[in-house]
């Protein structure tokens, strides 16, 4: 079973080709495109856990497509790539819903390791939804049998109870933390992270 459905976007094929390979070794099921428009087809065709953007595309930039992407699926994270590393454009990344920032070249360890730590925050956020939309039908359920005597049969949607494919009981600890710019600074969920690729 796939550990997680994951969008590659870059217009260098070595690049999408690298990422693929390292993701599928290890377990996700990788849909790699080079443009705008073949990305958002991805997102239409089924559910996307994580995806990596660069920066530059040659139909759009990266961080139009974050945008798009949050639009259309909130929960997906979102991970900018780039080979020109800039302190204003990953404070606008993160600013706009990205979880992390990365330089190019990516080192397959830090590749998997972010990815493994946007997985886990992304599971810990569909199960805190959960749990807060669970709540709420309780309190609409309860004010419905105070004004009708009855308790009415209701049912969370069936794309809110969709269990993640990781289970939020696995996250860790640190994970679930808001996102903040630091550039540089240790890696945690959500910080921008130095992978330790030089440029």
Known sequence: M????????DDEHSIRY???LFLDESGYETVAVSELDEALRALSDGDVDLAFV??????????????????RSPSTEVVIVTGVPSI??????LRLGAFD????PVRQ??????TDVALRHRAVDLAELLEHRREEIKVLAGEHERFHGVAPRVAVSERVTRAPRMAASSAS????????ASWGSQPRSGAIWNSGCSL
């Open 2 to 9: 796939s550990k997680g459905r994951i969008l590659v976007v």
């Open 18 to 20: 690298t990422f693929a």
């Open 54 to 71: 660069d920066i530059l595309l040659e139909s759009a930039s990266g961080i139009e497509l974050l945008e798009e992407i949050k639009r």
């Open 88 to 93: 204003e454009t990953a404070s606008e990344a």
């Open 101 to 104: 920032y990365l330089v190019k």
């Open 109 to 114: 360890e830090a590749l998997l390791r972010v």
């Open 173 to 180: 600890p640190s994970t679930g933390l808001r996102k903040k």
